[in-house]
């Protein structure tokens, strides 16, 4: 865009942000007043500080949410393509989870013994995403923090390699970004005592050259990563790179984890499965319990002899791997639910449908408004971006973020019935999305172009 265009934009954006606060505040009241009452007890006035990092001037409080929709506490319905950041990808409350939530509910929450469910769960992970072996957790982040220590004890090697940008959940080796060509701890980590640095490295993702520089050097336990970088903004893989990744992970005797909580919105089995690419493990988290806390890893049958001939030599005691309410009941049956009735392959093709149809709209928008931003899909999951083409590496898409943009698209929707996810301004369909949501969405994001394009107000 010419320099012009862009301050006209950043100009606009500013007075429409501006605007669009006070209209928040107008419609919603209630949710002021709770903020109010919240913040006698909780920090910032949430249950969970993340819930006030959304740009709007209180945070908006629920009442009440189901399938692609959710009432707030004032009354106001909103079309939901944020679905919880990915928890809720199959839609909120679907009704086979809540009817196997009820039923267990009678039977019991938790005994730190295997429920007669069991088998029936894993071999609904085992069809749904292909590896033979599973363990559960109560979150990705658990899932990761125990797929590392897996790795560790069976390769005898201490180092990890992640890519720049990266997010797996709160792991502490994880929180890393490339600072001068040096792996540092992020800006934003709180209360870090140790430096991930010291047996973390990260690399920017899609440079194959740089993994096996480091892959060469033999000391890495495994390699994690999303097979699409989607905390950043997202970062789709260039053809063929997640299979260099498997071929230069087996050359060199190191693990590759693939962390796919989110890219599970890629097709029935998560984005490898489709793809054809059987990772050492897989981790998946968020939605597999139709939004109870619940995350799962696998792996192949050669890999968990290994695990347990490591678990079974090491001296008797807490391993640091596993919580009590891993594998509660309650979950067992929320995954079963969620597996066998809801995530099924026709409910995918319909979201993947939908999804097509959403990017071709949004995309005519942008050309309408001679906007040179892109649109990011992968499957079910998009993100506006404000650059032609989607970014490579987190370098590019940390370039390519406008936050009075972005802030100012977010409200402008939400104001008018439309939740985005409130970083990046990412959307997801779900099954009981439907072709009305779609069209709400694409004729109030084109009034939000609208808005955005015309000539600057004087003040």
């Known amino acids: ?115 007669v469910i069991s088998p029936d769960v894993g071999t609904a992970l085992t069809d749904q995403f292909g590896l033979p072996y599973w363990q559960l957790v109560t979150t990705a982040t658990d899932a990761n923090r125990f797929v590392l220590r897996w790795a560790r004890a069976i390769t005898g090697r201490q180092k990890l390699l992640v890519f720049d940008g990266c997010y797996h959940g709160t792991v502490d080796d994880t929180m890393v970004d490339v600072v001068d060509g040096h792996t540092v701890s992020r800006a934003s980590l709180l209360g870090q005592n140790t430096d991930p640095g010291v047996h973390t490295v990260a690399v920017d993702f899609n440079d194959l050259a740089a993994v096996e520089r480091e892959l060469a050097k033999g000391d890495y336990a495994c390699l994690l990563t999303e097979p699409a970088l989607t ?97 509660n009941m309650l979950t067992l049956a929320a995954i079963h639910a969620t597996l066998t009735e809801v995530a099924t392959a026709s409910a995918y093709t319909h979201m993947l449908e939908l999804a097509a149809t959403l990017e071709h709209g949004l995309r005519d928008a942008l050309h309408r408004h001679d906007l040179p931003w892109c649109i990011t899909r992968i499957g079910a999951r998009l993100e506006l971006q404000f650059c032609a083409s989607a970014p490579l590496n987190a370098r590019q898409a940390r370039a390519a973020q406008h936050d009075t943009l972005e802030h100012a698209i977010h409200l402008f929707l939400l104001n008018r019935g439309v939740l985005l996810t409130p970083f990046h301004n990412m959307m997801l369909i779900c099954p009981a999305t439907s072709h009305q949501d779609i069209s709400k969405l694409l004729n109030i994001f084109a009034d939000c172009l609208t808005a955005l394009t015309q000539s600057p107000r004087k003040a």
């Open 231 to 327: 905390n950043c903004g997202m970062v789709p893989a260039l053809p063929g790179f997640i299979a260099g990744l498997r071929e230069l992970t087996q050359r060199y005797g190191t693990l590759l984890v693939l962390d796919e909580t989110h890219t599970i919105s890629s097709g029935r089995g998560g984005w490898a499965r489709n793809a054809g690419i059987e990772p050492d493990f897989v981790v998946v988290g968020k939605p597999i319990a139709g939004g109870l806390p619940a995350a799962a890893y696998g792996f192949s049958a050669a890999l968990a002899a290994r695990m347990q001939a490591a678990k079974d030599a090491a001296p008797p005691g807490h391993s640091g791997i596993g919580t009590t309410l891993s594998g």
């Open 1 to 115: 865009m010419h320099t012009t265009r862009n301050d006209h934009l950043s100009i606009n954006a500013a007075n429409l942000l501006e605007t669009e606060c006070q209209r928040y505040l107008q419609l919603h009241p209630a949710s002021a007043q709770l903020a109010r009452q919240s913040s006698q007890h909780f920090l910032y006035g949430v249950p969970l500080h993340w819930m006030h990092d959304w740009g709007t001037p209180t945070p908006l409080f629920v009442r009440q949410a189901h399938g692609a929709h959710f009432n707030c506490a004032d009354g106001i319905d909103y079309t939901d393509f944020c679905l919880g950041d990915t928890g809720a990808m199959f839609g909120h409350s679907p009704e086979p989870v809540a009817r196997a939530l009820e039923q267990q509910a009678r039977r019991g929450f938790t005994t730190m013994l295997p429920d």
